[in-house]
């Protein structure tokens, strides 16, 4: 069956734009989950979604950042005014449960000049 | 506070070796962990995971962790090193956020490097 798929593979953007990074979950499942990863670092967390609502968004750098996952299936990262400091790896993952099993993404790589 | 380490940013071994990747953790309760390998330009893919009972858990591709309470490590292994096995391998812990909210915290990875 299909994995969890992420669009765009790359961004590049430039300093102060808009972007948002989109993420399609595993089909049936509720949770889904987006990391950061830097170079040479393990994936940090920065929101987990249950169903349509953000139970944990704790890991959020700033309030530039913003996610929703409306219906409940596709979620969307939305990073305003971006900076140089953003550039990174953004990675998605769905599970069946908020314990289960996280499944990844492939990522988007982010560039912001 | 709740962390993995993983001490080696590199582990060399020949081919046909055996592999140990070292995992340690600290969590409040009862440790969910999970090993992930990621090959370039690629997401995170699953190995295997340890919830409770038998203290050796297999998973993919020959690999296998060995849960050990008492010094709090989760040791990746197998027994015969591939070439194709040469990758960045992740430790993570399933941590409670509260409320019944859970996330993995992850460790730095270890880049495993076989030789042939």
């Known amino acids: 069956g299909a994995g969890v798929s992420q669009t765009p593979s790359n961004k590049v953007t430039e300093k102060g734009k808009y972007v948002e990074l989109r993420c399609d979950p595993i089909?049936?499942?509720?949770?889904l989950y987006w990391y950061r990863q830097s170079l040479g670092q393990g994936p940090e967390f920065l929101i987990y979604?249950?169903?349509?609502?953000?139970?944990?968004d704790s890991g959020l750098p700033n309030d530039r950042f913003f996610a929703v996952r409306p219906e409940g299936s596709v979620s969307t990262l939305k990073i305003q005014r971006t900076e140089r400091g953003d550039s990174a790896v953004y990675l998605c993952?769905?599970?069946?449960?908020?314990?289960?099993?996280?499944?990844f993404g492939p990522g988007t790589r982010l560039l912001v000049l | 506070a709740q962390s993995v380490a993983q001490p080696e940013d590199q582990v060399n071994v020949a081919e046909g070796n055996p592999l140990t990747v070292k995992c340690t953790y600290s969590?409040?309760?009862?440790?969910?962990l999970f090993w992930y390998v990621q090959y370039p330009n690629r997401g995170l893919q699953f190995l295997l995971k340890?919830?409770?009972?038998?203290?050796l858990v297999k998973g993919s591709y020959g690999f296998e962790a060995e849960f050990n309470k008492s010094q709090t490590s989760f040791h990746l292994k197998k027994p015969s090193a591939l070439v194709s096995d040469s990758a960045l391998y992740f430790c993570?812990?399933?941590?409670?956020?509260?409320?019944?909210?859970?996330?993995?915290?992850f460790g730095t990875g270890t880049r495993l490097k076989v030789l042939a």
């Open positions: 993952a769905s599970s069946s449960g908020p314990q289960e099993t996280q499944y």
């Open positions: 089909s049936g499942h509720t949770a």
């Open positions: 979604f249950q169903g349509t609502g953000a139970a944990d």
């Open positions: 969590v409040s309760g009862n440790p969910y």
């Open positions: 340890y919830i409770t009972g038998d203290n």
């Open positions: 993570a812990v399933s941590a409670s956020g509260g409320s019944g909210t859970y996330k993995y915290i």
